[in-house]
Structures are given as C-alpha cells and as structure tokens.
Nanobody, 124 residues
Framework: QVQLVESGGALVQPGGSLRLSCVAS????????MGWFRQAPGKERKFVAA????????GYADSVKGPFTISRGDAENTVYLQMNNLKPEDTAVYYC?????????????????WGQGTQVTVSS
C-alpha cells in the first residue's frame, strides 16, 4: 500500500503565497505520476495540476495556470505545489494523488492513491 501525506496548508491573505508538499511512502516500487486536486465546501473535487514521474510533463487547470506551479522534489515521489497570488476562490481542501502510470492527467479516476488533504484558506 502507498501512503500520501500532504502538508503546507494554512490561512493566508489574498495575494499571498503557499507551498504545499506531498510525500509518498510505503510499497512504492517505481516513480509515480502525481497530481493535486482540490475540493471547496459543497463542491466536487476538481483537478489542479499534474506532473509525470520524471518531471518532464506537467498539466494545469485553466483556472490556476500562471500563479500555480507543480514540481518534483529531489527525493523520489515528492511533489510540491507552489501557489502564488492566492484568491478567496482558491480556498479548498487540497489533495495529493498518485498513479502507477507515468502521468495521471486531469481525471481523478486515473489515480490509484490519495492523501487525506490539507486545508488552504484565503481570507483577509
């Protein structure tokens, strides 16, 4: 079994920045394609960003292109989400996801493992 642990969520003012982290552990036998999704209160979970196992391919939801950047850490199966110029509409629980495939893409059903989520609140 693979466990994903997210960290970095916080309360931040509009225009501020946060960096979320996710680390995969457990029975990980190969590099994983990883991604971030978010779920606002009363809404469905939505795709934010994804990155391939080797870091060469990335994808973003249109709503976050530019201010958000997904990247892989030096440690295997570590992924970050740098979020700049945050807006109140970015408030959500952010979930890390991983897939045994090289690149998960924007569909939640293509991911095999999920973290518990980390809360991001953007408010003045």
């Amino acid at each position: 079994q693979v466990q994903l642990v997210e960290s970095g969520g916080a309360l931040v003012q509009p225009g501020g920045s946060l960096r979320l982290s996710c680390v995969a552990s457990g029975r990980v036998f190969s590099p994983l394609g990883m991604g971030w999704f978010r779920q606002a209160p009363g809404k469905e979970r939505k795709f934010v960003a994804a990155i391939s196992w080797d870091g060469r391919t990335t994808g973003y939801a249109d709503s976050v292109k530019g201010p958000f950047t997904i990247s892989r850490g030096d440690a295997e199966n570590t992924v970050y989400l740098q979020m700049n110029n945050l807006k109140p509409e970015d408030t959500a629980v952010y979930y890390c996801a991983a897939t045994s495939s090289a690149f998960g893409g924007p569909r939640a059903r293509d991911y095999d493992y999920w973290g518990q989520g980390t809360q991001v609140t953007v408010s003045s």
